[in-house]
């Protein structure tokens, strides 16, 4: 199932502002999304993980701008395209029917004066609008449930809902109109471990049974690797590394990597020794030269302050569909 | 002549500032203080304010006549003589219009003043203590917004034997501190829980110094908006009260010359030098004021504040306008992907070209 | 920064070791907060009560952490700010050095702060966005007299605050605004406040959960640090209980307000007693359990956490419980030890000797037991 | 349900301290209604009526404060607002009766368009920021500081000149007898253009811009973005997302205009010579006829309380959140 | 349709409607003619619908009145008795004779209610007999004369069944007038005549529709473009405002009366307790610049005679001494007469006998704008002869308050008017009203003028029982007026009137003053029955 691409992200820039004042919260990324896989992006705070997934369906709000890139999605079938490309009426088209976010805080993701039925059929009203009315309830009672929530919360407010409840209404939401990609923005963070882990035991089995893609943002290494298939971590707006969930857990090549994994005490096997990663992230507006870690790198050598290290297959054998961009593993094939 | 809603509302927006108790300003709270007269909103208003100080200060000097006195030229029109004409009296407008801003001046702010200073009295004690304290005050000034205040002022500013700018700055002051009290007690309530307070508390800060360190310097922003608009509405209420004839001020304030004028009838008379200025003045006192306001709740709720430019150029040299959820794309030319492929020849779209007139396919025709 | 901080000799049990001297007890803390009345409610028969904490017992030694977990809202925050004085209690008492203590504001509480100390949970929100770094200090220092004398008195102890929270130089943070430090940093100096009452207990209320990954763990070590050196008596809250294993001697778990498994760190994360405690384990992420998404974790009763106006009968964890047997909807469950390591001990019935044994004949014994109270 | 049950407590006790008050002010004015009336006619009234006419108004004998007190909520529960001083003896309610309506009309209806007509231009401004219409904004600032007196007068030298459309002041054409035909409702309407623009030029900004910021503020919540990911058309977005939520606070912000309605457009009344309450108490207030006054400060405070409580139950209507608890 | 807006039904008689118009705002309907506050006495309605026993001209005050619905009034010599004797043939519109019962009954209505008695009048008996009334006084009612006699008769049997008549309405009015109420709005009220049964001719006009107007201003337009044909209303440069609109039709006619507006001062305060400086300052005040600043060249017409008592009213009890000699601006000789009683005049400051500065403060209320003009003049004026003047714009009840209790320096004010120059004097001079400064007199005497001399004079003037005792009481009271100038005389209260003759001619003027133009004077209803249609 996986292998086939079904969103590529292209030399995606992303700025705050304009001119020189402008922030390059993402420069360069490149990406690809196969079809069927949960794709993790990891990385700390204002690496511009949400900004990229915000940007590549064009969500950003003033005073964002897409410098540069594109998007291309290949829909199951058809001929691709450029996301970036499309005009107001086909983006609209495009968004939800293709890809559905998940937004962090449910709370301020459902408007607080609709009911939770108006706002599961607008959308679908939107999208299928020779849909009867009574199908569309229909539709939505089908996605409550599929979320196990019990269809009878339809007339809901949100805010008679919990927190978790509300979630799962956004995913619920999220997977009306069967998208190829769902992008979740740090879907869980409010919540409880506990309602976290029912929650994404509930997606990955949906996942299963639907078919669609998920890009999975969190800073929560240990979270994404339990659950993802690969795993691109984020620092100061570019990719760093990206490897299957396993290999980037057990190898890490990057050292930001593997600072990442080192901040995390683990709860079960024995007591690992936890290293931190000094220092504290890039200002956004005087970026480092060459690898933007560099500074806060411990294996940091002469080329890191001077060049920008390439993304791409790192040299040494380590196994296919892995690529970083460090000098201490010079890229082999770079992408894009 | 009621309150600009706006104003105060707007530091508020509903229950939202405690919604979302920390967002941005409070923390960059110290720099920003600067950038808000780099904003252009309240640096015009500040200018245009500090332009109304100054008059207020030396206008009865720079005023080319005694604005009592009369001269032959009765109820003349505009001349070099007299810029803005003159009374029935052929008394100089111009004179009576920059010696009456002293007045108006001195009344607007010490009714501000009284009404800041009672809101914030009022607000941020019942905020702060909570509890029937809180209850009793807050009952209190919900009873106060609700009566009205204009038909009140006018009520009680009648009844005081000699009305003179000090009483009309008092009543007006005292009548129009609830509005302030209420915004400042939901701040101060949601201030309250704060961790800040809480960690000074533990600290082992008395009270009185969390109200006074911790809790006010967080209000500023608050309170001057609150001062701006109490102001604002001081300077419309005695205005008012002058027009009406209803205060019996000796001086000269813009509301006085209105009087004058509409119970000469000026209108009739085709004398529209007569009442023209005042009104201009006030409402240009009040425009200076409201943007003042506007660039105070810029600075306390930073959506508001336009982002510079709001219109960029895309590569192809077309003009989109920034907006919420549509971001404008700058390199890639916004038409057809076909052009994509053909500035990115390595693109490995796998299965043949990007056909760029491809539009976004139904569900329907996916399945 | 990469402090390699192996665990803490495993071997030391919390009633072992020389320098376990208390420094504060919670006996039986309970408290009920309000609901909000309204003028309505004067009328109405009984006030109804968040139940946010009850009957909680608590010891910190010196030079010991003692970790407090828990799902959001089980009261752990209340039961710092308890132990801050910061709230009257509705019941128990509060020991410090064996004495007990209410305090309620003036100069006994300040007198209390001065050996308590707290510090918050969210760096963001715990520095007044007004105030400099400068300003906070000295406050803390003047208040509890630590400021010295003369101004450069008050220099010095500012610049060995600032040392011993390893931000040096003093004088590149000491003129800054809370904004324009990073949160490690203002975590930084929230703890360096509370330092500044040189205090014998800290409580932290979840110092590091608003946290970036990769600073956290200097926090951590920092206060691990000071409690070393200054042989603090520290109460480390979080829900993250796998920093609580790495980081603390003890840990407490609480479920909804109570108390349900307390023990050695290692023990209690490594052998969990308590249903919750075991849920809560088997919940939090796990690398190394790929593909580790079993059925079986996602239906772990609805996850609703119970309400606290009205708390379940018995256990309060009962209705989400695997185990649950009629005697935990009617019995509230002692605290039980269960005897793997001591100190180790649950509120559970299903370690009560008596359960145990009752558990085969079946719900009978649970009748008799019940008629024979 | 319980809100709404509170709101009603707190109305009444509102109520009851406005109604207090209403009855302490006009006590604690010194004036006298007979020098008033006597200064009114400057000397063409003979001095020696001034006793006949504190007999006749019933003010040369003083009860104690409190039975005054007791009776006044008396006459109150009786609907008895006493007689007017200064059209004796008219009972006040008849007084206020005859120009309430007038008010009511010109200011409510007005009111009610500019809220209007001000949100509807808010909801554009705010969220096409950056287009043409926040060009306006200047010039709205501008007009919403502008006195409406001022404003009024202007209009009229401007447009009111002789043999212009618009009258310059009354209510309609003296001589016309008010009835719902054809000769009566159109020169009231004509009548009240002048007034009615004026009250809206001045007005309707305040409204544009307090809808605009919230617009703005409510076009960065997350909600929004949610809306425009799922594809909704833009006027979905825009009008039930956005200004559906932008317009709550506003509510609050139009219930408390409603209030305003007498005592914030008395000075249009004034100008305009418009034969409503505004102008009444304008008239009250100069003769110190006080049961007109407490009367007409009656009638605005209860219409506030009412539109307070009434923009209590659309709030509640419009957002499901407050339904729930108080 | 049947609406009454309808302008069909009215059709062809357009010229028979007369329009008036006053600027007292909204009415409620009160009919009752004893009320000052009713509408119709505020708009003066009540002299169509009841009639008066007199017709009296206050134009010319001196002349006798008119019969009206009494033939002929005989007083005592003592002015303590009069004897009526009312009309023959007189009817109330509801078609009741109109009797001498009806005389009585409402002279003893009033006699009978503090609140209706206005004139504080002091009844005695009231009777009727035959077609007789006599009534009689408690005190000479010599200067009263007139308005007594002015009093509108009701019907007694109506007003009997009325319960409380101080608190009535008296919605439906039934009068002996020719006229009867059509319908009212608080807007309009209107008026046509009775088709039969009037003892009078009947008159020209078919038709008087009331209207007020919200204030001044509106009242003002009103007359300016024609809409309203009739009006008692300061207009302020009433040359272009009113009459300059339609110079041929738009007349103004304002004919003073005896009753003043001037600067009272008060006498007890140094150094105004001098007469020589009171007559100073009146040698400096510029009435005629009053005159046409603050009243529009009209309002008040110029007080020229140096008694104050304004021309031509008064002409016929000027003393002898003054006829003929007028007031006239002379700083000079106000500097010479100040300087031979010892003041000095150091530049542009007048010191007084011990050498302090003289400096004055002219208050009135704030809204009063005629008589703040008047104040600025007056403080302008007098700055010629040194006195430092500063306006003080009081609040109006304080006003009232400390001009009674005489705490002011100089104030603009009015004075009583009256059928005879006896109120006007009485207003300024009253020994009886004299009160210490801090105690109200609220009748007169504001400015404590001390003069037991003047005090006698006006008792003289009003018990005395022959002509010879009045006028040397008044030649007297003129005397010392002029000698002591206790106030300072600017101008005359008018009854004039605005009115338009495009459509009626016939009014009063100065060629022909038959009576006042004010449509609130009680001799209104003589005016209107001397209209004739302009084109007939
Ligand atoms: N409006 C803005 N103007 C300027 N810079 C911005 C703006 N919004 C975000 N940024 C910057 O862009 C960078 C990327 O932000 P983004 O929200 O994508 O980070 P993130 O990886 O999602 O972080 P988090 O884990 O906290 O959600 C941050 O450094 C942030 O400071
Ligand atoms: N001041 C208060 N008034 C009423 N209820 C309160 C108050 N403070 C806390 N509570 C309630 O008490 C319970 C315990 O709250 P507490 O803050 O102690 O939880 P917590 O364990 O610290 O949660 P978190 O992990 O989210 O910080 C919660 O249900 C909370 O709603
Ligand atoms: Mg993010
Ligand atoms: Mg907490």
């Not at chain 2, 943007?291 to 192809?316: H, M, Q, W």
Request: with cysteine.
């Amino acid at each position: 199932m996986t292998g086939q691409p079904v969103l590529e992200i292209r030399n995606l820039d992303v700025d705050y502002g304009l001119g020189d004042q402008a922030v390059h919260a993402v420069r360069e990324v490149n990406l690809t999304l196969h079809r069927g896989e949960v794709l993790g992006l990891a990385g700390e705070s204002g690496s511009g993980k949400s900004t990229l997934a915000y940007g590549l369906t064009r969500l950003l709000p003033p005073p964002g701008v897409i410098s540069g890139g594109e998007v291309i999605y290949h829909p199951p079938g058809g001929e691709p395209y450029d996301v970036l490309g499309l005009s107001d009426r086909e983006l609209r088209a495009f968004r939800w029917a293709e890809t559905a976010i998940v937004f962090q805080g449910a709370m301020n993701s459902l408007n607080p004066v609709h009911k939770i039925s108006t706002q599961l059929t607008d959308v679908i009203k939107a999208h299928q609008p020779n849909l009867s009315a009574a199908a569309r309830t229909a539709r939505a009672r089908e996605m409550l449930r599929l979320v196990g929530i019990s269809p009878d919360r339809m007339e809901s407010y949100p805010h008679q809902l919990s927190g978790g409840m509300r979630q799962r209404v956004m995913i619920g939401m999220a997977l009306a109109l069967e998208p190829q990609v769902v992008i979740m923005d740090e879907p869980t963070t409010a919540l409880d471990v506990v309602m976290q882990r029912q929650i994404l035991g509930q997606l990955i089995e949906l996942r299963e049974r639907l078919g669609f893609s998920v890009i999975f943002i969190t800073h929560d290494l240990s979270l994404l690797v339990e659950f993802s298939d690969r795993i691109a971590i984020m620092y100061g707006g570019r990719i760093v590394e990206e490897a299957p969930a396993e290999t980037l857990y057990r190898d890490p090549m990057h050292p930001y990597s593997q600072g990442l994994l080192g901040s995390f005490p683990a709860l079960r096997g024995p007591r690992r020794e936890l290293a931190g990663i000094p220092g504290s992230p890039p200002d956004l507006r005087a970026m480092p030269t060459g690898c933007s870690f560099h500074p806060r790198c411990p294996k940091a050598f002469e080329p890191c302050p001077a060049r920008l290290p390439i993304l791409g297959q790192p040299d040494a054998p380590t196994g296919g569909g892995r690529t970083v961009a460090c000098w201490l593993h010079p890229a082999r094939v770079p992408v894009g | 002549m009621t309150i600009p809603t706006s104003s105060i509302d707007q530091v508020i927006p509903g229950e939202g500032a405690m919604a979302q108790p920390d967002t941005a300003p409070a923390a960059k709270a110290k720099r920003q203080r600067l950038r808000f007269v780099a904003n252009g909103k309240a640096a015009t208003g500040l200018i245009m304010l500090a332009i109304y100080c100054v008059l207020a200060i030396i206008g009865p000097w720079i005023a080319p006549y005694d604005p009592d006195a009369r001269s032959n030229d009765l109820l003349a029109p505009p001349s070099a003589a007299h810029w803005f004409g003159t009374t029935h009296l052929g008394q100089d407008v111009l004179s009576q219009i920059l010696v009456g801003t002293r007045g108006v001046m001195l009344v607007g702010l010490t009714a501000g003043l009284v009404a800041t200073v009672l809101s914030v009295l009022i607000g941020v004690t019942a905020g702060f203590l909570g509890g029937a304290f809180d209850e009793a005050l807050s009952a209190l000034s919900n009873v106060f917004l609700v009566i009205p205040a204009l038909p009140l002022i006018i009520i009680v500013a009648s009844s005081f034997t000699t009305a003179g700018d000090v009483v009309v700055a008092l009543t007006i002051g005292f009548t129009s501190w609830a509005w302030g009290a209420r915004v400042l007690r939901a701040q101060t309530l949601s201030l309250r829980r704060r961790d800040y307070v809480e960690a000074s508390r533990a600290t082992g800060e008395s009270t009185w110094r969390i109200i006074l360190f911790e809790i006010l310097p967080n209000l500023t922003a608050i309170i001057a908006s609150g001062f701006v608009g109490t102001v604002i509405f001081a300077v419309m209420s005695e205005i008012t009260l002058a027009f009406i004839g209803i205060s019996s001020i000796s001086s000269w304030n813009w509301g006085t010359i209105l009087f004058w004028a509409q119970s000469q009838q000026a209108l009739a008379q085709g004398a529209w030098w007569w009442f023209v200025p005042a009104g201009l003045a006030i409402a240009l006192l009040g425009t200076a004021l409201s943007l003042i306001n506007f660039g105070i709740d810029e600075f306390v709720s930073p959506r508001l504040r336009s982002s510079g430019k709001s219109k960029v150029k895309t590569a192809s040299g077309q003009t989109v306008r920034m907006r919420v959820g549509f971001t404008p794309v700058l390199a890639s030319r916004p038409v057809r992907a076909t052009q994509v492929a053909r500035s990115y020849p390595a693109a490995p779209v796998s299965n043949g070209k990007v056909n760029g007139a491809h539009v976004a396919p139904r569900k329907e025709e996916v399945k | 920064m990469t402090l390699s901080n192996s665990a803490p000799a495993p071997a030391a049990g919390p009633a072992s070791g020389p320098a376990t001297e208390v420094v504060l007890e919670a006996v039986g803390l309970t408290k009920h907060f309000p609901v909000r009345r309204k003028l309505r409610d004067l009328f109405t028969r009984e006030h109804a009560a968040v139940h946010a904490v009850d009957d909680v017992n608590l010891v910190l030694r010196r030079g010991h952490v003692t970790a407090l977990v828990g799902e959001s809202g089980s009261g752990k925050s209340t039961v710092a700010r308890l132990l801050a004085q910061l709230y009257p209690r509705t019941g128990g008492d509060i020991l410090l050095h064996g004495d007990a203590v209410t305090v309620k504001g003036g100069r006994r509480f300040r007198a209390y702060a001065r050996r308590v100390q707290m510090i918050f949970q969210d760096p963001f929100a715990s520095l007044n966005p007004v105030h400099t770094v400068r300003y906070h200090l000295t406050r803390a220092l003047k208040i509890h007299g630590n400021a010295g004398r003369t101004a450069d008195d008050l220099e010095r102890a500012l610049a060995d605050l600032l040392g011993r929270v390893s931000l040096t130089p003093p004088e590149r943070y000491l003129e800054k605004f809370p904004h324009e430090l990073s949160g490690g940093q203002r975590q930084r100096v929230a703890i360096a406040r509370a330092l500044g009452a040189n205090p014998e207990a800290l409580l932290a209320d979840e110092p590091v959960s608003m946290l970036d990954v990769s600073i956290r763990l200097g926090v951590l070590n920092l206060l691990r640090d000071l409690k070393e050196r200054l042989n603090l008596a520290i109460l480390y809250i979080t829900h993250d209980i796998a920093s609580a294993r790495y980081f603390a001697d003890e840990t407490m778990v609480m479920y909804a307000g109570r108390m349900v498994e307390g023990g050695e760190s290692e023990t209690v994360t490594q052998n969990p007693a308590h249903p919750y405690t075991r849920l809560l384990i088997e919940s939090a992420p796990d690398p190394d359990r790929i593909s580790g998404l079993t059925a079986d974790t996602g239906d772990r009763g609805n996850g609703e956490p119970p309400s606290l106006i009205n708390p379940p009968a018995g256990c309060r964890f009962n209705p989400r419980c695997p185990n649950v047997m009629p005697r935990c909807t009617v019995d509230l469950p002692p605290r039980i030890e269960i005897g793997d390591r001591p100190g180790h001990w649950a509120a559970c019935w299903l370690y009560d000797p008596a359960t145990v044994a009752a558990q085969q004949p079946g719900s009978a014994a649970a009748a008799t037991e019940e008629a024979a109270r | 349900m319980k809100y709404l049950l509170q709101r009603i407590a707190f109305y009444l006790f509102t109520a009851w301290a406005a109604l207090t008050l209403n009855f302490v002010i006009p006590r604690m004015i010194p004036g006298d209604p007979v020098k008033s009336m006597i200064s009114r006619f400057q000397g063409q009234m003979d001095p020696d009526a001034i006793e006949s006419l504190y007999v006749l108004f019933g003010i040369d004998k003083q009860a104690g404060i409190w039975d005054q007190y007791v009776d006044y909520w008396g006459q109150l529960f009786r609907g008895d607002l006493g007689l007017s001083f200064t059209s004796f003896p008219s009972p006040v309610s008849e007084v206020i009766g005859t120009s309430v309506w007038w008010t009511v009309l010109l200011v409510g209806i007005t009111t009610a368009l500019s809220f209007a007509i001000g949100t509807g231009l808010g909801v554009l401004a705010g969220w096409r920021r950056g287009s043409w219409i926040d060009g306006l904004l200047p010039a709205t600032t501008f007009l919403s500081s502008v006195p409406y007196f001022w404003l009024g007068l202007v209009a009229i030298a401007l447009l009111a000149g002789p043999g212009s459309f618009f009258p310059s002041s009354g209510g309609y054409e003296p001589g016309l007898v008010p009835a719902f035909d054809q000769y009566f409702i159109p020169s009231a309407i004509q009548h009240s253009l002048l007034p009615a623009f004026t009250i809206l030029i001045s007005s309707v900004s305040g409204w544009i811009l307090s809808m605009r910021n919230m617009m703005v503020t409510v076009a960065a919540e997350d909600y929004i973005t949610v809306a425009h990911a799922k594809g909704l058309p833009e006027r979905r977005v825009a009008l039930s997302y956005a200004a559906r939520n932008a317009l709550l606070p506003n509510v609050s912000g139009f219930a408390l205009s409603l209030g305003f309605i007498v005592g914030g457009t008395l000075l249009v009344e004034i100008v305009f010579s418009y034969p409503g309450l505004g102008y009444l108490l304008f008239r009250a207030v100069g003769a110190k006829d006080y049961p007109l006054m407490q009367g007409i400060f009656l009638v605005i405070t209860i219409s506030v309380l009412l539109a307070n409580l009434l923009a209590d139950v659309v709030y509640m209507l419009l957002d499901p959140r407050t339904r729930k608890e108080g | 349709s049947d609406s009454p807006n309808n302008p069909n039904a009215n059709q062809g008689e357009a010229a028979t409607v007369l329009n008036i118009g006053m600027p007292n705002g909204p009415q409620t309907e009160n009919h009752n003619p004893f009320l000052g506050t009713s509408s119709a006495s505020s708009l003066g309605y009540k002299w169509m619908i009841y009639e008066p026993l007199m017709m009296w001209n206050p134009v010319k005050p001196a002349d006798p009145a008119k019969p009206w619905l009494g033939t002929k009034a005989e007083w005592s010599a003592d002015y303590k008795t009069v004897k009526v004797t009312v009309r023959d043939g007189a009817t109330w519109s509801d078609g009741k004779p109109l009797t001498a019962e009806d005389v009585a009954f409402t002279f003893n209505l009033i006699k009978n209610d503090k609140a209706l008695n206005t004139g504080n009048t002091p009844y005695g008996d009231i009777t009727a007999s035959g077609s007789d009334v006599t009534i009689k006084f408690g005190e000479p009612q010599f200067v009263n004369q007139n308005k007594v006699l002015q009093q509108p008769i009701v019907p007694k049997h109506i007003w009997e069944t009325i319960k409380s008549p101080s608190t009535d309405v008296n919605k439906t009015p039934v009068g002996s007038g020719p006229y009867t109420l059509k319908s009212f709005t608080p807007q309009t009220t209107t008026l046509v005549a009775r088709t039969s049964g009037y003892w009078g001719t009947q008159p020209a006009v078919k038709e008087l529709r009331y209207t007020s107007y919200t204030d001044n201003n509106a009242q003002t337009t009103a007359l300016a473009n024609g809409e309203s044909e009739w009006s008692f209303v300061f207009i302020p440069n009433v040359q272009q405002v009113f009459v300059g609109k339609n110079p041929t039709h738009h007349k103004i006619w304002s004919p003073p009366v005896l009753g003043i507006h001037g600067l009272y001062i008060n006498t007890t305060k140094k150094p105004f307790d001098d007469a020589v400086v009171r007559r100073a300052m009146d040698m400096v005040i510029n009435r005629d610049d009053i005159f046409v600043q603050a009243s529009s060249s009209y309002f008040h017409p110029v007080v020229k005679s140096v008694t104050g008592l304004p021309t031509p009213a008064a002409e016929a009890y000027i003393a002898p001494e003054y006829k003929g000699k007028e007031h006239k601006v002379d700083v000079e000789g106000a500097k010479k007469l100040l300087t031979d009683a010892g003041y000095k005049l150091e530049g542009n400051v007048l010191k007084d006998k011990s050498g302090k500065d003289v400096k004055i403060t002219l208050t009135d209320p704030a809204g009063w704008s005629d008589y703040q003009t008047s104040l600025e003049i007056v403080k302008d004026n007098l700055s010629q002869i040194g006195i430092a003047a500063t306006v003080d714009k009081a609040n109006q009840d304080a006003w009232f308050k400390n001009v009674e209790e005489g705490k002011f320096d100089a104030t603009f004010r009015w004075t009583n008017g009256g059928a005879t120059p006896y109120d006007l004097y009485q207003t300024i001079m009253d020994g009886t009203f004299l009160k210490p400064i801090g105690q109200a007199s609220p009748a007169g005497n504001f400015g404590r003028f001390d003069s037991p001399e003047a005090t006698k004079a006006l008792k003289d003037y009003a018990n005395a029982s022959d002509d010879a005792t009045r006028t040397t009481a008044l030649n007297t009271l003129q005397k010392i007026f002029v000698e002591q100038m206790p106030m300072i005389p600017v101008g005359a209260d008018n009854v004039g009137a605005a009115y338009n003759v495009k459509n009626w001619v016939g009014w009063p003027d100065d060629s022909n003053p038959y009576g006042a133009g004010q449509p609130t004077q009680a001799n209104s209803l003589d005016v209107v029955l001397h209209l004739k249609p302009a084109n007939a």
